[in-house]
Nanobody, 124 residues
Framework: QVQLVESGGGAVQAGDSLRLSCAAS????????MGWFRQAPGNAREFVST????????YYADSVKGRFTISRDNAKNTVYLEMSSLKPEDTAVYYC?????????????????WGQGTQVTVSS
């Protein structure tokens, strides 16, 4: 079992920055791949970023590449998503997820633990 709790969301202006955190508890955090996904109203959940257990492999959706940075601190059982140059189209509920088998993935169904989500709202 892995429990995930996201924090750091909020309402910001376009061009601002935010850092999301996802605190994990339960199973050994340092051995699992982690991902960030987001879901806007009326849209399907979409991949944002993923990081492997060591932090050496990181992947991003094209829509956030160059603006978002994923990282992890295994000593703190936490994964982060640094978001900069935010745009109104980044508005969504952001979810972190844990994939306890295999490596990183951009596919939501391959993640078996999810947090409750944190709202990010970007106004123009």
């Amino acid at each position: 079992q892995v429990q995930l709790v996201e924090s750091g969301g909020g309402a910001v202006q376009a061009g601002d920055s935010l850092r999301l955190s996802c605190a994990a508890s339960g199973r050994t955090f340092s051995s699992v791949a982690m991902g960030w996904f987001r879901q806007a109203p009326g849209n399907a959940r979409e991949f944002v970023s993923t990081i492997d257990w060591s932090g050496a492999l990181r992947y991003y959706a094209d829509s956030v590449k160059g603006r978002f940075t994923i990282s992890r601190d295994n000593a703190k059982n936490t994964v982060y998503l640094e978001m900069s140059s935010l745009k109104p189209e980044d508005t969504a509920v952001y979810y972190c997820a844990a994939k306890t088998t295999g490596g990183t993935s951009i596919l939501a169904y391959q993640y078996n633990y999810w947090g409750q989500g944190t709202q990010v709202t970007v106004s123009s």
